[in-house]
């Protein structure tokens, strides 16, 4: 049985106890706080970044050689840039302007190298052949412009017009001996980008200068399987009318349907089942499944 002193001391031991432990909690907050204070104090956070006074001025060129390549026209070319004269520059900012007729009438006049890339890696081939420019194109290569060299985005020419499904210019730079196997620096041929662009007169026209259909690109795919990623039946039927078959694998051993459900392309899928295509890979039904399921929650 405890005394009445031992009674009244254990209030008071209790309320020692209290503050031991209030004074512990303190003391391993205070650390924190104290992080969170030099924090936002840290001279050397972005937000709050302040050149020190000490650093000597910038005297010479900024040393950017690094980034060299880039404005070769990316990893697609290490050759050395050539100096842009003025000349040139002012007809690049004629073709990015699309003044193609002051354009020629400048071309005509000048005897500047056709092969000169700009800043960005383009050429005026390219450039002119990605906007569908016939004229432009036939006086670039009348100057001696090369028709496969690499310009803008790293495309060949020849794949510049496919991208924009310019036939004509296609027609013209075949007809220089343009190459149908010389890939982009993307890994794409250019009837693997007539295809995927649903272009069908530069699709025919690359079929009949003898472009291999089943060539694979950089992800393995064939002309027909881009067509279908890109949901283009009437590519498909035409690559499929150059010999193609239906269920022709790709490099992964996938066919058309599984690029259809790749690409999202409901149409393209049920006109493939429709002939008979069928899924080879578990992963093709798992796309097809989660398509289906999104068509019926579509409102």
């Known amino acids: 049985m405890l005394s009445r002193h031992s009674k009244g001391l254990r209030p008071l031991s209790f309320l020692v106890m209290s503050l031991t432990l209030v004074s512990a909690a303190v003391a391993q907050m205070a650390p924190l706080s104290q992080m969170a204070t030099q924090a936002t104090r840290d001279v050397n956070e972005f937000s709050a970044f302040e050149r020190p006074a000490t650093e000597p001025p910038r005297t ?94 790293g495309h060949t020419p020849l794949a510049a017009a496919a991208v924009g499904g310019h036939d004509l210019v296609a027609r013209e730079l075949l007809r220089m001996d343009a190459r149908t196997d010389q890939a982009s620096a993307n890994g794409q041929l250019p009837l693997h980008l007539a295809a995927r662009g649903g272009h069908t007169r530069v699709v025919r026209v690359l079929l009949k200068a003898q472009a291999e259909p089943l060539v694979w690109n950089r992800e393995g795919r064939h002309a027909l399987a881009e067509a279908a990623l890109g949901g283009s039946i009437p590519a498909m039927e035409m690559i499929i009318t150059a010999g193609v078959p239906l269920n022709a694998p790709d490099r992964h051993g996938l066919n058309a349907l599984h690029a259809a459900a ?37 409102p």
């Open 60 to 153: 010479g060129p900024l040393d950017d050689a690094q980034f060299a390549v880039l404005r070769q026209g990316g990893p697609w070319s290490v050759a050395d840039v050539q100096p842009v004269s003025a000349e040139v520059r002012a007809l690049f900012v004629l073709a990015r302007q699309g003044d193609w007729p002051k354009l020629v009438e400048g071309l005509k006049a000048s005897r500047a190298n056709p092969n000169v890339r700009d800043q960005d890696g383009a050429t005026l081939l390219t450039l002119s052949a990605r906007a569908g420019n016939l004229p432009a194109v036939q006086e670039l290569l009348r100057r001696g412009a090369a028709p496969d060299q690499r310009g803008l985005a």
């Open 262 to 298: 790749l690409g999202e392309q409901a149409v393209a899928v049920a006109w493939l089942q429709q002939r008979g295509v069928l899924v080879t890979h578990p992963l093709t039904s798992v796309m097809l499944q989660r398509l289906a399921e999104g068509l019926n929650t579509t």
